[in-house]
């Protein structure tokens, strides 16, 4: 039986091989699609790094993290077949003359498919895009897979852009973002756009305001010297809830192909009302954890982790109001916050419906309950939705219910993680889920001025106690508008 999702032949080429995101999530990622018969005969990938292992010892490498992040799927037999598709290339970055190395393994494969995948800091993608270009390793199908960050600012984003749109054109550029990638996400636009139950109700007059959260219980976890100089508004608005936004936001597009939804998701960014200047600093909160305890078990605070300046005001925890200025969301409040070392670590989108004009049952508190519609992004994908029923008894009295719909129990198949898509999307070379460089753009003129506000004021971030839901200001800030945090009212 042939397999329908089965790739075309490709060579993968993972710059950055040996590094933590090749060992945890990318090679255990196409392992799994190994494992899945996804791959065709002629599939190879090739790890590139400074490292001095070797094929032998790169291959040891990954099987203990494929046997660590692939358990459920790792076996010795299945193991031993995926290693031969594994090759090795020593290379350092910024020589030129390493590139004959990479050359001699690709030689005589034009014509698969070719994919350069930089696993590496961003200040290495201008040297390693200028020497592919010097050694003719691009060809005209070739494709290159930038992971985020893609610079701090607008403007040092564009000089990446224009760097590597030197070489490669815009349709072989996959600026990554994994959030997308996630069967969640999948699910989120299904809902929106395959069902006509919603599209009525999907806009202002509808829907009184919109939740997005993405919280960590984690702290920086290694990564102090990276995540000291991005802070949470580079590191997960600027990509993650803003994208996750313009998915829930925009119009619908006029099909399912890459450029009509990224078309609408431009558009979404270009509509957000500007935060700058005072405007920034009253609808936006940033906080920066100090110790507490996580389940139970105590962590140091930000100021005390391994790597962190004393004096850093690097925030962790960000917290806005933003506005789209459009006619389907015009003065429809989105409230936005993502934070580490809160209190349980998940993903959620909430939307909030008026309330009916006139409630004409008995009243069993003071107000009564809004109907909501819960997309649980992670730990666990499901979508619920909260309606009115009658509580039991004689009186008439209506209480919330809940409606869940648990995506986990529902497929018989096992959910693909993000990357597993993202890296099948590359090689079939489907861009959907991908940024475009005037997304991208859009995004970082949006964050900029934010960023420009905090640096002229003299205000630092708030302190918020590990293992809670961050500062209290920003209960303040949505409290304000007459609303509270999904969980927390």
Known sequence: MVNQNQLPEFDLVLFGGTGDLARRKLLPALYRRFVAGQFPAGARILGVSRSNIGRDGFCALIEQ?????????????????????????????????????????????????????????????????????????????????????????????????????????????????????????????????????????????????????????????????????????????????????????????????????????????????????????????????????????????????????EDSATETYVALKAHIDSWRWAGVPFYLRTGKRLQDGMAEIVLTFDDVPHFIFEKMGSEPSQNKLVISLQPKDSITLTIMAKHPGEAMRLRPVSLQLDMADTKKTRQLDAYERLLSDVIKGNLTLFMRRDELDAAWKWIDPIRAAWAASDEKPKSYVAGSWGPAAASTMIGRDGFAWNGEG
């Not at 996400?185 to 299904?190: D, F, G, M, S, Y």
């Not at 202002?204 to 702290?219: N, P, S």
Request: hydrophobic share 40%.
């Open 65 to 309: 993290s494929c046997q660590e992040h692939a358990s459920s799927e790792f076996d010795a037999q299945r193991w031993q077949a995926f290693a031969k598709l594994l090759d090795f290339v020593e290379l350092d970055l910024d020589a030129e003359g390493d590139y004959r190395r990479l050359g001699d393994k690709l030689a005589g494969r034009d014509a698969v498919e070719r994919v350069f995948f930089l696993s590496t800091a961003p200040a290495l993608f201008a040297a390693a895009v200028d020497n592919l270009g010097k050694s003719g390793l691009v060809t005209s199908s070739s494709r290159i897979v930038l992971e985020k960050p893609l610079g701090q600012d607008q403007q040092s984003a564009e000089r990446i852009n224009q760097h590597v749109g030197s070489i490669f054109g815009e349709h072989q550029i996959y600026r990554i973002d994994h959030y997308l990638g996630k069967e969640a996400v999948q699910n989120l636009l299904a809902l929106r756009f395959g069902n006509s139950l919603f599209e009525p109700l999907w806009r202002r007059g509808r829907i009184c305001h919109v939740q997005i959260t993405v919280a960590e219980d984690l702290g920086v976890a290694g990564r102090a010297a990276f995540y000291d100089q991005t802070g949470a508004l580079r590191d997960m608005v600027q990509n993650h809830l803003l994208q996750l936004l313009c998915i829930l936001a925009m119009e619908p597009p006029s099909s399912n192909t890459a450029d009509a939804i990224r078309d609408e998701k431009l558009k979404v960014l270009r509509a957000l009302r500007p935060l700058s200047g005072p405007e920034a600093l009253a609808n936006t909160i940033r906080g920066q954890y100090r110790a507490g305890a996580i389940d139970g078990a105590p962590v140091v605070g930000y100021l005390e982790e391994e790597g962190v300046p």
